[in-house]
Protein backbone atom coordinates (compact mmCIF):
# COMPACT_ATOMS: atom_id res chain seq x y z
CA UNK A 1 0.00 0.00 0.00
CA UNK A 2 1.02 3.75 -0.99
CA UNK A 3 0.15 6.71 0.04
CA UNK A 4 -0.91 7.61 -3.63
CA UNK A 5 -3.36 4.73 -3.72
CA UNK A 6 -4.71 5.96 -0.30
CA UNK A 7 -5.12 9.19 -1.24
CA UNK A 8 -7.41 8.18 -4.02
CA UNK A 9 -9.77 5.83 -1.86
CA UNK A 10 -10.05 8.71 0.39
CA UNK A 11 -11.16 10.99 -2.50
CA UNK A 12 -13.62 8.17 -3.38
CA UNK A 13 -15.49 7.85 -0.41
CA UNK A 14 -15.61 11.88 -0.21
CA UNK A 15 -16.80 12.10 -3.24
CA UNK A 16 -19.23 9.04 -3.33
CA UNK A 17 -17.96 8.89 -7.15
CA UNK A 18 -14.94 7.56 -9.00
CA UNK A 19 -15.42 9.78 -11.93
CA UNK A 20 -15.53 13.16 -9.44
CA UNK A 21 -12.63 11.57 -7.76
CA UNK A 22 -10.12 11.19 -11.11
CA UNK A 23 -11.31 15.09 -11.78
CA UNK A 24 -10.57 15.87 -8.56
CA UNK A 25 -7.19 14.47 -8.14
CA UNK A 26 -6.62 15.38 -11.75
CA UNK A 27 -6.32 11.25 -13.26
CA UNK A 28 -8.46 9.02 -15.50
CA UNK A 29 -11.04 6.97 -14.05
CA UNK A 30 -9.46 3.81 -15.00
CA UNK A 31 -6.64 4.22 -13.44
CA UNK A 32 -8.50 4.94 -9.63
CA UNK A 33 -10.73 2.03 -10.06
CA UNK A 34 -6.77 -0.24 -11.29
CA UNK A 35 -5.76 1.47 -8.16
CA UNK A 36 -8.46 0.64 -5.67
CA UNK A 37 -8.70 -3.26 -7.12
CA UNK A 38 -4.51 -3.37 -6.15
CA UNK A 39 -5.66 -2.05 -2.86
CA UNK A 40 -8.01 -4.62 -2.61
CA UNK A 41 -5.91 -7.42 -3.54
CA UNK A 42 -3.44 -6.39 -1.72
CA UNK A 43 -5.74 -6.42 1.44
CA UNK A 44 -7.52 -9.38 0.70
CA UNK A 45 -10.78 -7.54 1.40
CA UNK A 46 -13.84 -5.79 -0.19
CA UNK A 47 -13.92 -1.95 0.92
CA UNK A 48 -16.41 -0.69 -1.71
CA UNK A 49 -19.61 -1.83 -2.56
CA UNK A 50 -21.81 -0.55 -5.43
CA UNK A 51 -25.46 -0.16 -5.16
CA UNK A 52 -26.69 1.61 -8.18
CA UNK A 53 -24.98 5.09 -8.36
CA UNK A 54 -24.35 4.85 -4.56
CA UNK A 55 -21.10 3.63 -2.84
CA UNK A 56 -21.25 2.01 0.50
CA UNK A 57 -18.37 0.61 2.77
CA UNK A 58 -17.49 -2.18 4.33
CA UNK A 59 -16.39 -2.43 7.62
CA UNK A 60 -13.07 -3.12 6.24
CA UNK A 61 -13.72 -0.15 3.80
CA UNK A 62 -14.52 2.13 7.03
CA UNK A 63 -11.68 0.73 8.92
CA UNK A 64 -8.93 2.03 5.95
CA UNK A 65 -10.58 5.14 5.24
CA UNK A 66 -10.75 5.88 8.88
CA UNK A 67 -7.14 5.15 9.14
CA UNK A 68 -6.13 6.66 5.59
CA UNK A 69 -7.54 9.87 7.15
CA UNK A 70 -4.80 9.81 9.76
CA UNK A 71 -2.36 8.39 8.09
CA UNK A 72 -2.87 11.04 5.60
CA UNK A 73 -3.19 13.91 7.63
CA UNK A 74 0.65 13.04 8.96
CA UNK A 75 1.95 13.07 5.65
CA UNK A 76 0.48 16.63 5.34
CA UNK A 77 2.63 17.25 8.34
CA UNK A 78 5.69 15.02 7.42
CA UNK A 79 5.47 17.44 3.78
CA UNK A 80 5.17 20.71 6.06
CA UNK A 81 7.94 19.95 8.27
CA UNK A 82 10.18 18.71 4.90
CA UNK A 83 9.58 21.46 3.46
CA UNK A 84 10.64 24.05 6.71
CA UNK A 85 13.33 22.19 6.75
CA UNK A 86 14.36 22.66 2.90
CA UNK A 87 13.05 26.41 3.37
CA UNK A 88 16.30 26.93 5.38
CA UNK A 89 18.96 26.04 2.95
CA UNK A 90 19.55 29.23 1.73
CA UNK A 91 18.58 32.57 2.08
CA UNK A 92 18.93 35.89 3.95
CA UNK A 93 18.44 36.36 7.74
CA UNK A 94 18.05 40.24 8.47
CA UNK A 95 19.39 40.81 12.23
CA UNK A 96 19.46 43.52 14.29
CA UNK A 97 21.08 44.27 17.62
CA UNK A 98 22.03 46.95 20.20
CA UNK A 99 25.68 47.41 19.45
CA UNK A 100 26.46 46.21 23.48
CA UNK A 101 24.90 42.86 22.74
CA UNK A 102 27.24 41.62 19.54
CA UNK A 103 29.97 40.19 21.91
CA UNK A 104 27.52 37.79 24.07
CA UNK A 105 25.62 36.36 20.90
CA UNK A 106 28.81 35.38 19.30
CA UNK A 107 28.72 32.30 20.14
CA UNK A 108 25.25 31.61 19.09
CA UNK A 109 25.64 33.14 15.81
CA UNK A 110 28.67 30.89 15.41
CA UNK A 111 26.51 28.06 15.75
CA UNK A 112 23.56 29.90 13.21
CA UNK A 113 26.28 29.63 11.00
CA UNK A 114 27.05 25.80 11.37
CA UNK A 115 23.57 24.71 11.30
CA UNK A 116 22.50 26.75 8.32
CA UNK A 117 25.91 27.57 6.18
CA UNK A 118 23.35 28.92 3.45
CA UNK A 119 22.02 31.61 5.00
CA UNK A 120 23.24 34.95 4.90
CA UNK A 121 23.50 37.05 8.25
CA UNK A 122 22.83 40.47 7.56
CA UNK A 123 22.83 42.65 10.80
CA UNK A 124 21.81 45.86 11.77
CA UNK A 125 23.59 47.32 14.95
CA UNK A 126 20.52 49.57 16.19
CA UNK A 127 18.92 50.92 19.42
CA UNK A 128 16.11 48.66 21.19
CA UNK A 129 13.75 50.89 19.84
CA UNK A 130 14.88 51.38 16.14
CA UNK A 131 15.08 48.00 15.73
CA UNK A 132 11.82 47.72 17.44
CA UNK A 133 10.57 49.79 14.44
CA UNK A 134 12.39 48.24 11.75
CA UNK A 135 10.61 44.61 12.44
CA UNK A 136 7.52 46.65 12.51
CA UNK A 137 8.25 47.82 9.63
CA UNK A 138 9.56 44.91 7.31
CA UNK A 139 12.90 46.09 7.44
CA UNK A 140 14.29 43.11 9.83
CA UNK A 141 12.94 39.69 10.48
CA UNK A 142 13.69 39.66 14.10
CA UNK A 143 15.80 41.67 16.67
CA UNK A 144 17.34 41.61 19.74
CA UNK A 145 16.61 44.50 22.00
CA UNK A 146 16.34 45.49 26.03
CA UNK A 147 12.06 45.08 26.84
CA UNK A 148 11.07 47.46 29.54
CA UNK A 149 9.00 45.47 32.02
CA UNK A 150 4.82 46.28 31.12
CA UNK A 151 5.23 47.54 27.80
CA UNK A 152 2.95 46.24 24.99
CA UNK A 153 4.40 45.77 21.64
CA UNK A 154 2.25 44.23 18.80
CA UNK A 155 5.49 41.86 18.52
CA UNK A 156 6.04 38.71 20.35
CA UNK A 157 9.15 38.75 22.77
CA UNK A 158 11.00 35.74 23.69
CA UNK A 159 13.46 36.09 26.82
CA UNK A 160 16.89 35.31 25.90
CA UNK A 161 19.34 36.91 28.35
CA UNK A 162 18.80 38.49 31.86
CA UNK A 163 21.56 40.72 33.37
CA UNK A 164 21.49 43.21 36.31
CA UNK A 165 22.07 47.00 35.51
CA UNK A 166 25.48 48.50 37.25
CA UNK A 167 26.70 52.17 38.22
CA UNK A 168 30.08 52.58 36.08
CA UNK A 169 32.45 55.12 37.80
CA UNK A 170 35.96 55.82 38.84
CA UNK A 171 38.13 53.65 41.08
CA UNK A 172 38.54 56.03 43.56
CA UNK A 173 38.46 55.40 47.32
CA UNK A 174 34.98 57.15 47.50
CA UNK A 175 34.07 54.17 45.72
CA UNK A 176 35.81 51.22 46.96
CA UNK A 177 33.78 49.88 50.22
CA UNK A 178 30.31 49.92 48.45
CA UNK A 179 28.47 46.97 47.49
CA UNK A 180 25.51 48.96 46.04
CA UNK A 181 24.48 52.32 44.90
CA UNK A 182 21.01 53.39 45.18
CA UNK A 183 19.18 55.11 42.63
CA UNK A 184 18.40 58.14 44.24
CA UNK A 185 22.14 58.79 44.97
CA UNK A 186 22.55 59.50 41.22
CA UNK A 187 20.62 62.83 41.50
CA UNK A 188 24.02 63.67 42.38
CA UNK A 189 26.26 63.03 39.50
CA UNK A 190 26.67 63.95 36.00
CA UNK A 191 24.86 61.46 34.31
CA UNK A 192 26.27 59.30 31.10
CA UNK A 193 23.59 57.74 28.83
CA UNK A 194 22.68 56.03 25.66
CA UNK A 195 21.15 58.19 23.28
CA UNK A 196 17.38 58.36 22.93
CA UNK A 197 16.89 55.25 20.22
CA UNK A 198 17.87 53.04 22.63
CA UNK A 199 15.49 50.99 24.73
CA UNK A 200 17.60 51.16 27.71
CA UNK A 201 17.39 55.00 27.63
CA UNK A 202 13.76 54.94 28.32
CA UNK A 203 14.11 52.26 30.68
CA UNK A 204 16.96 54.25 33.38
CA UNK A 205 14.44 57.17 32.59
CA UNK A 206 11.40 55.87 33.73
CA UNK A 207 13.44 54.88 36.86
CA UNK A 208 15.38 57.77 37.28
CA UNK A 209 11.54 59.36 37.23
CA UNK A 210 10.28 56.93 39.67
CA UNK A 211 12.94 57.83 41.41
CA UNK A 212 11.68 60.95 42.00
CA UNK A 213 14.35 63.36 40.12
CA UNK A 214 15.40 63.94 36.66
CA UNK A 215 18.97 63.47 35.72
CA UNK A 216 21.65 65.62 35.15
CA UNK A 217 22.59 64.21 31.56
CA UNK A 218 26.26 65.09 30.38
CA UNK A 219 26.77 62.95 27.63
CA UNK A 220 24.66 60.93 25.29
CA UNK A 221 26.22 58.00 22.87
CA UNK A 222 25.06 55.04 21.22
CA UNK A 223 28.40 53.30 22.25
CA UNK A 224 28.80 51.59 25.52
CA UNK A 225 33.03 52.05 25.05
CA UNK A 226 32.55 55.76 24.32
CA UNK A 227 30.44 56.09 27.51
CA UNK A 228 33.25 54.20 29.47
CA UNK A 229 35.76 55.99 28.83
CA UNK A 230 33.85 59.19 29.88
CA UNK A 231 33.74 57.92 33.14
CA UNK A 232 37.43 57.46 32.87
CA UNK A 233 37.72 60.80 31.92
CA UNK A 234 35.76 61.75 35.03
CA UNK A 235 32.99 63.50 33.21
CA UNK A 236 30.35 61.56 35.01
CA UNK A 237 28.96 57.84 35.89
CA UNK A 238 27.29 55.38 33.27
CA UNK A 239 25.11 52.44 34.01
CA UNK A 240 25.15 49.74 32.19
CA UNK A 241 24.21 46.01 32.19
CA UNK A 242 26.75 43.50 33.96
CA UNK A 243 28.29 41.57 31.13
CA UNK A 244 29.07 45.22 29.50
CA UNK A 245 31.10 46.00 32.77
CA UNK A 246 32.94 42.54 33.00
CA UNK A 247 34.91 44.59 29.42
CA UNK A 248 35.77 47.39 31.29
CA UNK A 249 39.56 48.57 32.21
CA UNK A 250 39.20 47.20 36.48
CA UNK A 251 42.49 48.88 36.87
CA UNK A 252 40.90 52.50 36.25
CA UNK A 253 36.90 51.80 36.78
CA UNK A 254 34.63 50.05 39.41
CA UNK A 255 31.10 48.69 38.88
CA UNK A 256 28.24 47.69 41.77
CA UNK A 257 24.77 46.53 41.37
CA UNK A 258 22.25 49.56 40.96
CA UNK A 259 19.44 49.14 43.96
CA UNK A 260 16.93 48.57 43.52
CA UNK A 261 17.49 45.75 41.23
CA UNK A 262 16.64 46.23 37.72
CA UNK A 263 17.21 43.54 35.10
CA UNK A 264 18.69 43.95 31.45
CA UNK A 265 16.58 41.49 29.44
Same mark, same amino acid.
Given at each position: ????????????V????????????????????????H???????????????????????????Q??????????????????????????????I????G??????????R?????????????? %?????? &? @?? =? #??? !????????? +?????????????????????????????????????????????????????????????? %?????? &? @?? =? #??? !????????? +????????????????????????????????
Amino acid at each position: MDVRTLRYFVEVVRQQSFTRAAEKLFVTQPTISKMLRHLEDELECTLLIREGRKLHLTDSGQAVYQRGLAILDEFRQLETELEDISSVKKGVLRLGIPPMVGRQIAGLIKQFRQTYPGIELKIAELG %GQSVEQ &A @VL =S #GEL !DLAMTVRPS +GTEQPLTFLPLLSHPMCVVMPRTAYWLNRTTIDIAELAEWPILIYNEDFTLYKMLMAAFHQA %GFEPRI &A @VR =S #GQW !DFLASMVQA +GIGIATLPEPVCQWLDKSSLIWLPLEPRMEWL
